[in-house]
């Protein structure tokens, strides 16, 4: 059988139900996925003890039990967490010493679609550079038929009240104030995941589409987009809330409104994070890694912090390998993104919520004063996207332009990062589509940045 290439993405596969990507696609996915995962582990699929979970998609149970099936036909021993958050299917993997796992889930996308995230042991991605293309090239091949005889098993786990004091038990819940916090939950799994966690934190909860529902009735999953987090802003500000949250579908991402409306950057809640981290017990003088875009908020704070910062390649399976490589105590993502070494390096959408009402709580301030000294210091455009016939070559004329200049700096830890004393860029290509991204930072002024952004997206444009 042949599946559509395009659903086989960078880090996971995702695509349309029924269209791109249907349950007999699914079952062969799940037998390829148990015949890479032993290759990687060097035993047969027999000997193989797989984790899987569901998200809330009013496809999923139906994909995840194709899924479940074409693992256990390739003899693998499946333990299935049922519906449960993305981080919820790490923790499983990571704490139970699996030998990988699959989370049936297309994330943040909207309904029509479904799609997998797929680890191998440890929680560490899959990506389209080990695993994710294997397993699009045997299901294109033919898997043939199942040997009967060698069929694997089955179990059923709930995994829900280990979970929540694993993520509790990397805070200090005396250190918790009772703030107002407004928490979205996009019909996604945040609510049943995380809710229990917050609510025995004796917060002034107001939730909002807490309970998990494929139909999105509300808004998408996407809190990334400003129509989708338009809600939780105004209701930020028409409570009085100290704090706003929001999650993407299936939870592995939450984002944060602060005290007076405004989103909150994922570079700058970086280094709010690797601050607080680095000033647990045990932690001081720690690796932390930011990815290409961030904003140099995040290395001057881990540094001033007496961390050691590390920039990075941006994508899950290269933040967690480092990570497990290198030892890093947390790393962080523009994109929302935010991983913990004592979360078995695997991103959470829980542990940055609970740290950040721990240290608004420890430092006695609100959300906006812990922004304001970034906000008066670093001007970020955010990220830009422009089309392009050949970013390859756009990038090359990008670099000859601007590293050639007096006090240019160029490195290429993703895409092409061009360095001056007091502004920088990155543009990098999408991994699936013909655009180039742009990120750009001044440390002058908003004005300045505008200009500069302007003056480079002229070029990209051109």
Known sequence: MSVPAEIFKAYDIRGIHGEQLGPDDAEQIGRAFARVIAELEGKPVGELRLGLGRDMRLTAPEMAARYRAGMVAEGAHVIDAGQVGTEMLYFLVGSRELDGGLMCTASHNPKAYTGAKLVKRGAIALSGDEGIQDIRRLVDAGLGEPDAAAAGSAEEVDIYEEFQAAALGTIDPANVKPLKVVVDGGNGMAGPMAGPVLRGLGLELVETY???????????????????????????????????????????????????????????????????????????????????????????????????????????????????????????EVSGHYY????????????????????????????????????????????????????????????????????????????????????????????????????????VSEADMVAKRDEVLGRIRA
């Open 210 to 332: 807490f309970t998990p529902d494929g139909n999105f009735p509300d808004h998408e999953p996407n809190p990334l987009l400003e129509e989708n987090r338009r809600f939780i802003v105004d209701k930020v500000v028409a409570e009085g809330a100290d704090l706003g949250i929001a999650w993407d579908g299936d939870a592995d991402r939450c984002f944060f409104i602060d005290d007076t409306g405004r989103f909150v950057d994922g570079d700058f809640l970086t280094a709010i994070l690797a601050e607080h981290l680095l000033a647990k017990p045990g932690n001081a003088g720690a690796d932390i890694l930011y990815d290409a875009r961030a904003s140099r908020a995040v290395a001057d704070t881990v540094e001033a912090a007496g961390g050691k910062a590390h920039i990075n390649r941006v994508g899950h399976a290269f933040f967690k390998t480092r990570m497990r490589d290198e030892g890093a105590i947390f790393g962080g």
């Open 340 to 443: 913990f070494h004592d979360f078995y390096n695997a991103d959470s959408g829980t542990l940055p919520a609970l740290l950040v009402l721990e240290k608004l709580s420890v430092e006695g301030k609100r959300m906006s004063e812990l922004l304001e000294p970034f906000k008066a210091k670093y001007f970020i455009s955010g990220e830009i996207n422009s089309e392009v016939s050949d970013a390859a070559a756009k990038m090359t004329e990008l670099e000859e332009h601007y590293g050639s200049q007096p006090g240019a700096e160029v490195t290429h830890v993703d895409g092409v990062s061009v360095d001056f004393e007091d502004w920088h860029f990155n543009v990098r290509p999408s991994n699936t589509e013909p655009l180039l991204r742009l990120t750009l930072e001044s440390l």
